[in-house]
Structure formats: structure tokens, C-alpha cells
């Protein structure tokens, strides 16, 4: 078994877990139009004559990755009286900064000038086209240049460098190369398609699943609201959390990259205005959610985290700390993975230190004591993992678990499903320790009375079934009698038979025969 097969990346390893948080699309293609017959035909232009096509194809892709406020050619075709294939034309910033393009850095004093060529000779085409944009005086401040050429690096960089000595002007060259990677990376096959007539190569067909349309529909209700002019302020509250929303659903849907960051830094550019400092800890929670969850951007994961980290140290909060865990805890999983090791440079045991030194010094604040209960659970599970990786006793730590289960009972805002969830991960590691069955009693009798009879029910079963697997058949019959009270229910019909078959096998290792068969009668007579 190879590497991969061993270690899934974090976006497969979530999707399989969480199916749900995914588009329920199905994406059909008729026929496939590879890399190297798209880089074929984008390198036949001149010989296929189809300049304008390329040009509008060019100019659809600027739309939709540089910034969306561009009007046509200005004169005839190629350039002439114009200058410019395409230039920007000027809105406002309340209307620039509701744009999602990830890297836009377009404002409302600038003016940026395209030019568009499938000439093979570029270099000279490039210093040309530059020549003449700069003859108009029309105060360009940025100009790109498309061209279906491929480019090495090196050329661009010195002919870029060169004009911007020249004529104090940035060029930034886009070129074969570019284009290919962004239409295959951002889902814009269907714009070449359309823009290069190749429907004979080429067409995606969408369907759209039942999650997503739903999805869709309430992402085009807040799209609508977010660029509504009506609004009272320019920027608050609201606004922000619905940039927020719209950015989680974006990404649910599974919409480009380049359109769910772009969000996401909208989202940012508003609540930096706004000062909101709680809903700026929740945006990078979220993006650094998104960047390792759907497409394993280590890198910027790890930049989001370090500015979570250092947000929630300023401001620690029962939700700051769950986001500073959940994150400290990714970072650990993921340093681990060949992938992640090209591209990170983590200290992680000074990562772990900062956690542990944060959360004890959360764990001693008097003024906030629900963050400091909960502090001490993050500190008690931190020291439950380390004892039971060296192999030392546990009890002192499932003891004081058991303590702050119970005095959470009077803190309603303290996380207790996810609290729980951490329990259960050691329940198949400690199924003969006394120590964790008091605690999983306490845990069942605050489920009962903070959720329902049937979901403590479930707590016990799943217990005793621990026991039963590791032939602590005596035991298990404990939690499965406690168990059959709570589930003796016709909603929870299934899992009351399954106790009962359970507490049969019990008996039945036990040589209780009798009350084996008794339990076998009563299953029986369920259904």
C-alpha cells in the first residue's frame, strides 16, 4: 500500500466524513478536451484566424479572474485608434469592493489597459502595444497583455522589468501557459468551448443536486442583498456575516477557488472596516477551514492559523478557544504528511507549548469562568492524549474530567457535544478502566437531562458494546441494562433490539442460558 492509499489528504479524508458539506452536483463531459488539445488549439490562432476569438476568450477570463469592470476594444480591431483591446472603466468603491476576485487590487483611481496578441513574435508586439497605451495619455496605471504563446519565466520577468523602467508603468504578461492552468484549475472549460467554437471537442454538462440547488438559491437571495444599494450603512453587522455565508455556501457548492477565496477576502475587506473583531476571528477560522478542508493549501493554512492564533490569544472566548483547538489540532495531524512537509516549516512542539501555555493561563481566569471551565477540559485532554502515548496511569485526568462534566451542568454555553466527542475517541482505547466508566455515566445522566433519554440510551449502549467486544461480559451488562431502560421506545425501536441481541451474547458468555433466551423472546417480539 502505497502512501497515499495510507494517508488520504485532509479535503478526501473530510469529504468521506462529511459528505454533506460537498456539492451533490454531477459533472458530465461528452467528450474530454485535454491540456495538450486545448494548448494545441490556443497555439493555432493565427493559422485558424480566429483572433477575435481568442481575444474574447481573453477578455471573458480577465472578467472573471482580474476584475470584472472592462468594456471592449476601443476602435477597430487589434488595437488601432483605441490603443486597447480592453480597459477598465470606473465604479465606485462601494461597487468594486462587493467584488469577489481573490487578488483584485483594482480601485476607483486607477485604469487599466488590456492588450491581446497571438502574434508568435511577442517580445516586440509587447514593447509596441506598451508604446502606444502609453501615447495616449490616458493615465493607465497597470496594463496586461495577454498572448497564446508560451513564455518562459525568465523573458517575462526582464521584458515586465524593462517596461516598468522605461515607462514607469506595470505590465504583467499572461500567456499560454496561464491561461491553460487557469481555465482547468477554475472550471472555465465551457468559456473556451463557447469563446474558441470547439463544441466539438468539448462540453460539461451540470446537474444539479437537491443540497446544492437549495444551496444555490439562497446564495443568489444574499448575493442580491450584499450588492443592494439601499442599505442604511455602507458597511456593518449584517453585512459581514453575509459575506461570510455567502463565501461557506460557495464553497459547499463547490464553486472555482478563485471565486470561494474571493469571498472570503471580500469578507475580510468589510470587517476590517467594521473593527469587528469577533467576526474577524470567525472569517480566518473559517478560511483556514476551507484552504485545508477542500483544497489542501497547507501553506495558507498555516498562514490563516497563525493569525487566528494570535487574534484569539488578545481575545479569548468559549468560541475562540474551540476555533484555536480544532485549528491547533488540524496543524498537528497535517505536519505530519509527506505533502505538507515540502511546503511547511512548523516547530510543532512549540506550537503544542503555545497552546498548552494559552489555555493554562485561560484555565486560571476567575472574571470568565465558563472560558475557564473549558480551558480546563482542552488542558486535561491535552494531558489525557500525552499519558496514554507514554503509557502512564490516566486516572488522576479522567477523575478531573468526570469533575468538570459535572460542573458544566451550570454552564449551558459550554460546548458539550464536542466535549463529548472527545470522550468517546478513548472508549475502544480504555475499555477496562473505572475510572472512564464513572465518567461515561456522568457524561449519559448530563445527555439525559441536556438532550434526551434516547441519546443518553445510546451512550450506555455503545459502552457496554466496548465491554462485550473485550470479553468484559460482566461489566457490559451494566451499561446494557441501563441502556434497554432508555431506549424501550418505538422510536428507537432498532437500537432497542440491537441492545437486547447484545445483552443475549452477554448472558450467553456468562452461561446465563435462561436470561440469554428471555432477551432473544423479547427481541423477537419487537418485530
Known sequence: MNEKEKFPTPSQFYRNIRPEYFSDSKTESKV?????????????????????????????????????????????????????????????????????????????????????????????????????????????????????????????KDTQDLINEKYGIELIILDAEWIIEKVYSNHLLNEVVDSLNLSSLHREEKKIGANDLESIEKLSEIEEIINNSDRTFEVDFQLVEDCLESAILSRMIELPKTEVIGKFERAKRFVNKLNSVQQKIRIHYQLAWTLINWYDDYKSFYEEFLIVKELVQKHPNLNNLEFYLNLSNILKTVSHLEDAKHVLIIDIEKEEQDFRTFITKCSKDKEKPSTSLLAKFYLSFFQLRQKIENEVSVSDELIKLKEYFELSEKHLDIPFEQLKEFINVYDKILPDNEDYDDLILVIAALESTRVSELSSGKIYLNRGSTKLKNDLNKESLVFFGKAVRKLAKEETQDEFYFCLMLLSEAYSNLGLYWAANNCVISAINIY
Open 32 to 156: 474530454l478536451l485535454t491540456k495538450e488539445q486545448l494548448a494545441f488549439e490556443i497555439s493555432q490562432i493565427s493559422t485558424n484566424q480566429k483572433h477575435d476569438s481568442f481575444e474574447n476568450l481573453c477578455r471573458r477570463l480577465a472578467e472573471k479572474l482580474i476584475t470584472p469592470n472592462l468594456i471592449p476594444q476601443v476602435g477597430p480591431t487589434g488595437g488601432g485608434d483605441g490603443k486597447t483591446d480592453s480597459e477598465t472603466y470606473p465604479v465606485s468603491n462601494y461597487i468594486s469592493d462587493r467584488w469577489f476576485i481573490s487578488k483584485n487590487k483594482w480601485n476607483e483611481n486607477e485604469n487599466w489597459a488590456f492588450a491581446i496578441s497571438a502574434k508568435k513574435d511577442w517580445k516586440p508586439k509587447v514593447k509596441s502595444d506598451v508604446k502606444k497605451i502609453i501615447e495616449t495619455k490616458r493615465g493607465y496605471t497597470k496594463t496586461y497583455f495577454f498572448s497564446n504563446q508560451k513564455i518562459r519565466s525568465k523573458d517575462k
